[in-house]
């Protein structure tokens, strides 16, 4: 740990301009390893403040110009060297900073398993329902300045209204942004786009370079992964959130939306080579706990007067 003595001694020769790079980020590391967000309880009581400012500054100019001679320091060095001194006044140490702002991250990851839906509740109080083959992963340093996700796959999320902390989830190309909302979310690797609905509140939906839309309650928005082309429409919230009650629910469901959830949910390809099949559209409603994907293919096939074949992971119709 180095020693007061040594440390105003390098604080001189940082405000002389005599000194290494190495030198230099040392100080600039130090100086932005405090962090200024948070109140110190010596400035909790409004009547303190002046005395102590007046204390640092005192200190400041005893220990440094004495030896330093009347050369005038600019602003911004002043400040960094009030910042530093301020750090030794209040029993900080070197070596504790450093080390506090190097703390390594660590990464939690949620999976709902096939064939499941899992809910959860955030350190923030938002609560995040997975549907089945999704992934949620955020760091050790989620809430304490943003409330930051990653998403692969599909989610719904009651967000807990911070104001102070935006509520960002990550989705490959794409970030949504809000304070406090309900919105969903459906980021599959395997669909061709990814959507974002609303059912209250208001969310940002923004691209590497700029924000794509604000979108309020009601509202979805497709974004295509291919040509990065998007629009926005409104959404039947009935069908499009079923799955959180547990609920696959197919309503005039296209072949590939068939196939689609099949897979999400269960995890198994759905293929046919005819086109009549491909062309058709599919009701139904299943409860995804009580139901296997056999008995889903078998009901499906017996209203729609087809054959089905089985094979690993792979369902036939035909």
């Not at 992963?137 to 902390?165: H, I, P, T």
């Not at 609303?198 to 928005?221: C, I, N």
């Not at 499009?240 to 309503?251: M, N, V, Y």
Request: hydrophobic share 40%; proline share 2%.
């Amino acid at each position: 740990m180095m020693k007061l003595h040594n440390r105003l001694k390098l604080l001189r020769h940082y405000l002389s301009g005599k000194i290494n790079k190495d030198q230099r980020r040392l100080v600039d590391d130090w100086y932005h390893s405090v962090d200024d967000t948070k109140p110190l309880g010596l400035w909790e009581e409004e009547g303190k403040r002046s005395a102590v400012k007046g204390e640092i500054q005192l200190y400041i100019w005893e220990r440094i110009n004495n030896t330093a001679g009347a050369k005038v320091i600019p602003l911004r060095m002043r400040l960094a060297a009030a910042a530093c001194i301020v750090v030794l006044l209040l029993g900080g140490s070197w070596l504790f900073l450093v080390n506090r702002h190097r703390e390594p991250i660590t990464y939690i990851t949620i999976t709902a398993p096939l064939g499941e839906i899992r809910q959860m509740l955030l350190p923030d109080s938002t609560r995040v329902w997975l549907k089945s083959g999704t992934t949620l992963q955020y760091s050790s340093q989620y809430g304490k300045q943003a409330r930051r996700l990653e998403l692969a796959g599909e989610a719904f999320f009651e967000v807990r209204k911070d104001d102070l902390r935006p509520f960002i989830v990550k989705t490959g190309c794409l970030e949504t942004k809000v304070l406090g909302t309900a919105f969903n979310i459906q980021a599959y690797n395997g669909r061709p786009s990814i959507q974002v609905w609303v059912q209250r509140g208001k969310v940002l939906v923004s691209d590497s370079m700029r924000v794509l839309t604000e979108l309020s309650k009601g509202k979805r928005f497709q974004w295509d992964r291919a040509d990065g082309h998007s629009r926005i429409d409104s959404l039947d919230w009935k069908q499009a959130l079923a799955w959180q009650q547990g609920i696959l629910l197919l309503e005039s469901a296209t072949f590939s939306e068939l196939a689609a959830e099949l897979k999400e949910i269960y995890g198994v390809a759905l293929v046919t080579s005819d086109a009549a099949i491909h062309g058709q559209h599919y009701d139904a409603k299943f409860f995804i706990h009580k139901t296997s994907v056999d008995d889903i293919i078998a009901v499906i096939a017996e209203v729609h007067g087809m054959r089905y074949r089985i094979q690993g992971k792979t369902i036939t119709l035909y």
